[in-house]
Nanobody, 119 residues
Framework: QVQLVESGGGLVQAGGSLRLSCAAS????????MGWYRQAPGKQRELVAS???????NYADTVKGRFTISRDIAKNTMVLQMNTLKPEDTAVYYC?????????????WGQGTQVTVSS
């Protein structure tokens, strides 16, 4: 069974930092597009940062210069380093990635990790 598990969320004061990790089990990370999303209460899920199929990185305008996405395909992990956090960054953060298992290459979501930034 394929699982994506996020970790690293928590409560932090504005201006602080958090490092989110996404680990895949039961399969192998594909080098296809993958990324981090977030969903705040009452809002739609939005893309925060991602890798394109060619390995380029994209960031939402609201996090550019503050967040950094990275990955280690060999270790089946993806990381989101979040610096200079703001209260508006408060949300549940999800990772999304394609995982290869038994000849199938499907996208999966993690269960989410809560990030709360206090003012």
């Amino acid at each position: 069974q394929v699982q994506l598990v996020e970790s690293g969320g928590g409560l932090v004061q504005a201006g602080g930092s958090l490092r989110l990790s996404c680990a895949a089990s039961g399969g192998i990370f594909s080098t296809d597009a993958m990324g981090w999303y977030r969903q705040a209460p009452g809002k739609q899920r939005e893309l925060v940062a991602s890798f394109t199929n060619s390995g380029m990185t994209n960031y939402a305008d609201t996090v550019k210069g503050r967040f950094t996405i990275s990955r280690d395909i060999a270790k089946n992990t993806m990381v989101l380093q979040m610096n200079t956090l703001k209260p508006e960054d408060t949300a549940v953060y999800y990772c999304n990635a394609r995982v290869l298992r038994s000849g199938l290459n499907n996208y999966y979501w993690g269960q989410g990790t809560q990030v709360t930034v206090s003012s």
